[in-house]
């Protein structure tokens, strides 16, 4: 009883310790008050990109070793001067952009939102601090290339970002064909480009951008009673800020002191200095010269995307099945006679059920979401984004490992459980010299598998800002405008991680099979048995 009393106890703090990591801070407190922390995509010019270098007065982004520039970055430079603070970048998902402020993590957001109603049932804004038009970005020889009022789109396929107002508003469009909204411009343009969809709704600046890079898109400026009918604050863009937050009208007196011209210059500017500005078509020798050009501009990206991909991955795994282990072994102890211990070992089983059943049916994008911004949100704690990517990989693998180390207690044929109890073994040391060290080679393969799909799985922590293999490429397509030759490098290298891996994890269950001798005698042995 003592021993199940003593494991039971070192479980339990084993699961605890997850909990321990990370800053504990109050969720509704500012962020350091020498800081000015601002939220963004950094991948949507010319309103924010990201770049490798600070030229044209780019803003290091924090955490990583690139840098973000654009309109929006110039206004954050702006308002943050006018507050007397360190303008520092944090680049996060669409998506990811309102519970980042609700949570705490960064005092503003400045990525060309729009102040919709809907919106501002969550958070404040400011004044506006830029105002423009919808268009509709089409192919230049396409069928809708002529189009001058919203009926000339009928039956046309169109779409827009997610979670934007934009979306909304293609339904004004008579019989329209409407799509699946999609997650970011570099998307739309390549399906636009390849003929899945007949265009897409933007703002101005961003269609002025695409078409000036690609010369086979066209931007349709559809103006009064024949383009969108919209509200003035669907149009405008502001800073959206926590609710309450008494710097905002310390930013709206900063705001009223940008003229229009300035903003307009400002605007301007930011069009010339983007990335894709020099990637036009008549520079382009070929689609070997894009992939040289991306790699000399945003190779540094990639290999260190690619490496923290790997990190991740890897304590993930040794961490989750570490975890699974401990649990299927947990699991394997026979139901004490004492009614105290064997109504813990029961209550803790079922907690294990849970867990495992909540990990295991439900996607890690979404229990990235809970954890990285769910536990600001309740709890006031606060995980670095790497620290909280470990967290979410170790505990969603440990729930597959669990099920896995399982089955291979199973495979192990009960009569050494037998043999080991006939010689007077305990529980513990029957599992410790005879049933793990079968159990380790039996789910070799299956741990290397998880460790390849924990590698590809990584992808869905970009939803919280982790700066991985595919949060690097979605930067570098968003400010180079070259979605399939950007996606095509970042997947031939998660390729050749993957295949370094599997060819490694081969040879390491070669070598605990050992020397092939071993399977001949045994063979041998089997045929004289057999005489």
Not at 10 to 18: H, R
Not at 52 to 57: A, F, G, K, L, S
Not at 383 to 405: C, H, K, P, Q, W
């Amino acid at each position: 009883m003592k021993k199940n009393l003593v494991t039971l106890t070192l479980f339990i703090a084993f699961i605890c310790s997850f909990f321990s990591i990370g800053h504990v801070v109050n969720a509704n407190e500012k962020t350091p008050d020498d800081e000015f922390r601002v939220g963004m995509e950094a991948g949507y010019a010319p309103f924010n990109w990201s770049q490798q270098t600070d030229v044209n007065n780019a803003v290091p982004i924090q955490g990583q070793k690139s840098y973000a520039g654009g309109y929006d970055v110039q206004i954050a430079k702006k308002i943050a001067d006018g507050l007397g603070k360190k303008l520092v970048i944090v680049q996060t998902k669409w998506d990811g952009l309102a519970p980042a402020l609700q949570s705490g993590k960064i005092d503003a957001i400045i990525a060309g939102m729009s102040p919709t109603a809907e919106r501002k049932k969550e958070i404040d804004f400011t004044d506006p601090y830029y105002e423009s038009q919808l268009v509709v970005v089409v192919q230049q020889d396409g069928k809708y290339a002529q189009a001058t009022r919203l009926a000339d789109l009928s039956n046309a396929k169109i779409t827009a970002q997610l979670n934007t107002f934009h979306y909304n508003v293609i339904d004004q469009i008579p019989s329209v064909k409407k799509q699946q909204a999609m997650d970011n411009f570099s998307a739309m343009r390549t399906a636009l480009s390849s003929g899945m969809i007949d265009g897409y709704v933007s703002e101005r600046p961003e269609g002025v951008t695409a078409t000036s890079v690609n010369k086979k898109l066209k931007m349709l400026e559809l103006e009064g009673e024949d383009g969108f009918q919209t509200n003035p604050e669907d149009v405008q863009i502001a800073v959206g800020m926590r609710k309450g937050d008494p710097d905002i009208q310390k930013v709206n007196q900063i705001l009223s002191g940008i003229s229009k011209k300035q903003r307009t210059e400002i605007m301007d500017q930011a069009i010339k200095d983007q990335p894709a500005s020099t990637n036009t078509d008549e520079e382009k020798t070929g689609l070997f010269q894009d992939f040289k050009t991306i790699w000399s501009q945003y190779g540094n990206m990639f290999l260190r995307g690619a490496g923290l991909t790997l990190f991740i991955a890897l304590i993930g795994t040794v961490v989750g099945t570490t975890l699974g282990l401990l649990i299927g072994v947990f699991r394997s102890i026979p139901e004490s006679d004492h009614a105290i211990t064997r109504f813990f070992q029961k209550l803790v089983n079922l907690l294990l059920s849970i867990y495992i059943e909540i990990f295991r049916g439900t996607p890690m994008m979404v229990q990235a979401m809970v954890v990285f911004y769910g536990l600001a949100l309740a709890f006031g704690i606060s995980l670095d984004r790497t620290v909280a990517a470990l967290f979410i990989v170790s505990i969603n693998t440990g729930a597959y490992m669990t099920e896995i180390v399982r089955g291979g207690i199973f495979a192990v044929d009960q009569g050494q459980f037998e043999a080991a109890q006939a010689i007077g073994m305990t529980h513990g040391q029957t599992m410790r010299k005879v049933v793990i060290p079968q159990v380790l080679r039996n789910i070799l393969p299956a741990t290397g598998n998880e460790f390849v799909i924990n590698i590809k799985d990584t992808a869905v922590l970009s939803v919280i800002g982790v700066a991985d293999l595919f949060f690097q490429g979605n930067s570098a397509s968003g400010a180079n405008f070259q979605f399939f030759q950007t996606f095509t490098i970042v997947g031939i290298i998660y390729l050749i991680m993957t295949f370094t891996i599997t060819r490694i994890l081969r040879i390491v269950e070669k070598k605990i099979d050992g020397p092939s001798a071993y399977t001949k005698i045994e063979e041998i042995d089997n045929a004289n048995l057999q005489k």
